[in-house]
């Protein structure tokens, strides 16, 4: 620790004595008492608890939770009290996000890890399967509907399209090669190792293929905030093909969900199955074109009159094309609305990266998350898999996802990237999360009740419980290794400017990008989504 040292000189000179400030700075090893090093954890450890006006918002909002759960009775009557079905669905997805955002603030895990065990964790200790229940079957899958349709229009608002064009080779590649080589990976190794069919290995593979940006795009912008990566944009390019990679997935799955369970001629669900993506692209386009122009832009209500209206253009669609069988155009359709008017809105003053309507989905998702993945850990019946089963799940998942790694840091490289930043690249390509979530039980609700075999049924169940440890596995590892690796893989250029900030996150980042996250999260987390 560098130490100053004042010394004052007094000499005799002819004029008089002069006094001479002199600062001598050294460097000496400073002991710390044991009482002080207690003193200094405790504040470190007090820094992690809310401050006021978190505590006023928590009161809010668990004042709010009470009201709506009182009133609630005068529906549900006895459902929604201790014992029935609608108490414990509620009471599920509380503790997972007070769980979640509690794991969050003591360690570097994103908080639908925490979210997730929850669930599994509930299910394991639960005497009863609340989703046997048909009125809690059909919210959880109604939910499902919605999920999407938020998460789809989060994501494209904040597409920075300049970089894309400008970096089009390099974020369409990592957005697409990796998730190819990992589908077909799945696919073989769920054949060799568990006995999957080809047809359902691709089809979970198209799941697990896709990557998670919202879980690392925090921590790689927090890496850019201090100065590491700023030379080749590393969190532009992490936010870009993340998203990219989302919007890939979306089409291909519709492609193959649709090729395999849609009740028609093979060749015939394949071409219907592909047009699909093309109505999707028209159908999005025309939107956006719509919420451009209604309502008028220097409306005062122009951002929440937009809102209301891409979620309930995307909602609609979404159960139109379920019940038409086309596949993945709701997904393409609600991508291209979204990223579509947000250039547009660009050209008229609102931002690109923090319009209001962005703001709006932001929040959505704060509420919508503790849903999705408590509800989805809920459906990882560990009684039912054996260790032998569990083994090769956990093989099948990691070796894929190796080779998918392997892949993307070759792509990387090849787009002249450092070894250190591709394989920075390939890590935050890790963690497996909000689609798979979305997804965890399409492969049940998707088989036909009338003509699939028990073995059907055994796989479309092992499905889920493939997709949720995926979930649990890869997130947390994901997350543990961005944190711990991205300083020592980003090198620091000082001679290039800090960056743009990324689309995805507002300018409220920091070194406790951890610690702001209290019950409706502030500004600055809500942003990190």
Known sequence: MAMANYRVNDDDSPEGKTSVLTYDTSFSQTNRSPKSKA??????LCSTFPFVPELKQYVGVITCGLLLWGSSWFLFEDDVLPGGYLFEMGALVVSGYSFGHTLERFTTLNPVVGMTLVGVTWRYFSSTNFLKNPIADSIDFHLRRIYPVIILTKGPLTWNWQYIKNNSIKVFSLATLPWIVECLSTAVLTHLLLGFPWHWGIHL??????????????TTVALSSKGLGLKNQIALLVANAGGLDTAFTEGMFGIINSAIFYPSEPVYRIVKAILAIFVGIGLGSVWAIFVDYIPDHKDFYA???RSLLIFAGGLFITYVSGYLGWGGSSGVAIMICAGSAATRWARRDWPLNNNPVSEVYKLLWTIFEPMLFSLSGYFLEVSQITVQEFGLIVAC??????????????VALVNNLTFKESLFIAITWM??????AVLVRVAVDSLPSDSATAHDKWIATHHSKIIVIAIIFTSTLGSVLT????????????KVAPMEEPQTLSSCQGDDIARTNNILKSPCRIEQL
């Open 205 to 218: 593979g198209s799941i697990l293929s896709s990557v998670s940006p919202a879980l690392i795009v925090p």
């Open 303 to 305: 951002p929440t009159v």
């Open 39 to 44: 003193k200094l954890l405790c504040i470190k």
């Open 397 to 410: 998942i990691f070796s894929a996802l190796f080779i998918r790694m392997i892949t993307a840091l070759l």
């Open 483 to 494: 944190t711990a690796l991205g300083p020592i893989l980003l090198s620091r250029d000082t």
């Open 431 to 436: 963690p497996k999360a909000i689609v798979e």
